[in-house]
Every structure is written in C-alpha cells, then in structure tokens.
C-alpha cells in the first residue's frame, strides 16, 4: 500500500535562505546611507525572519514596510544614491522572495525541492529591478544637477509603488 504524507505548508527553505540574504545586503546598502537606515534594515531582517519563521504573509508585509522607512530615512540622511538604490533593490527582493517561498510552500510543502523554481523567480524579480532602478539612476543623473536628494527619493517611491501594483 502506497502511504501518503502530509504536506508541511511551511515558507521553503530555499526561498528562506534567498529572502534573508537579500535582507542582510539591503541592511548592509542602508548602513552607508545613515545609521538610522542601518538600524531600520536591521529591525526590517529581523522582522522578514519572524515572518518566515510563522508563515505569516501580515508580518512580511511589515517587514516591507519597514524597510520601505528604512529607505525614506537614508534619502533624507542626503546620502549618496547608489547605497539607496541598492537597499531598494535588496529590500524589495528579499519581500518579494519571502512572499514567494510562502507561496511555493503552501502549495508544494516545505519538502518539495523547489531551488529551480524559485532561484528562476528571484532572479526574475531582479532583472525588472535591475531595469527600474537603471531609469531611476540614468533620470537622476540627467536631472541631478542642483536637485536636491528629495526628488530621488520620491522616484524611489514611485518605483516601489508600481512594482508592488504590478505584484498584486
């Protein structure tokens, strides 16, 4: 007789692993823009971790949040921009990778080798940021003359809203 296990509805491992990593460089890209931003990526690890560790979708969205005022205090810390913008990439990454081992997890189980599947995923997300953050860097270097770091921050926001709207 063929006897069938239940499927564990955890956050995957792979996709845990990528989510925390991606998480610690953005702590990392925030603490060369402010210690305040450092601080916030920090407690934005920190809580994607407990996240991960409940399976709870609500607690990542305030890990995003987090590091979302991680990010607003880096930009007003006048910092350079390169730092930001890599925060921004590592911070919606491992959101966006934690969402997904959720997902993969509640639906194949934490047991399924799923590194293909979700390594494809992370790197997808990536090359979209990758293009987001290019146009946002090429405009702030074409409009940065005299421009104060406010206005960067704000197309920061703009890229972080559309991608999350694309998301959902």
Request: aromatic share 6%.
């Amino acid at each position: 007789m063929n006897e069938m296990s239940e499927i564990t509805r955890r956050p995957t491992r792979t996709g845990t692993a990528m989510a925390l990593s991606a998480g610690g460089l953005a702590t990392l890209a925030l603490a060369f823009s402010t210690t305040t931003a450092g601080f916030g990526g920090l407690v934005g690890t920190v809580v994607l971790a407990a996240g991960l560790a409940r399976g709870s979708r609500r607690i990542l969205d305030v890990a995003g949040g987090v590091f979302f005022l991680a990010l607003i205090f880096g930009g007003v810390g006048g910092v350079g921009v390169e730092a930001l913008l890599l925060g921004a990439v590592a911070s919606i990454l491992a959101w966006d990778v934690g969402e997904n081992a959720l997902s993969v997890g509640d639906h194949l189980g934490r047991e399924t080798d799923t590194t293909r599947l979700e390594v494809v995923h992370a790197a997808t997300t990536l090359l979209v940021l990758t293009v987001g953050v290019g146009v946002v860097y090429a405009l702030w270097v074409v409009a940065s003359g005299g421009q104060p770091i406010a206005a960067v921050v704000l197309l920061l926001v703009g890229v972080i809203a559309l991608v999350a709207w694309v998301r959902r």
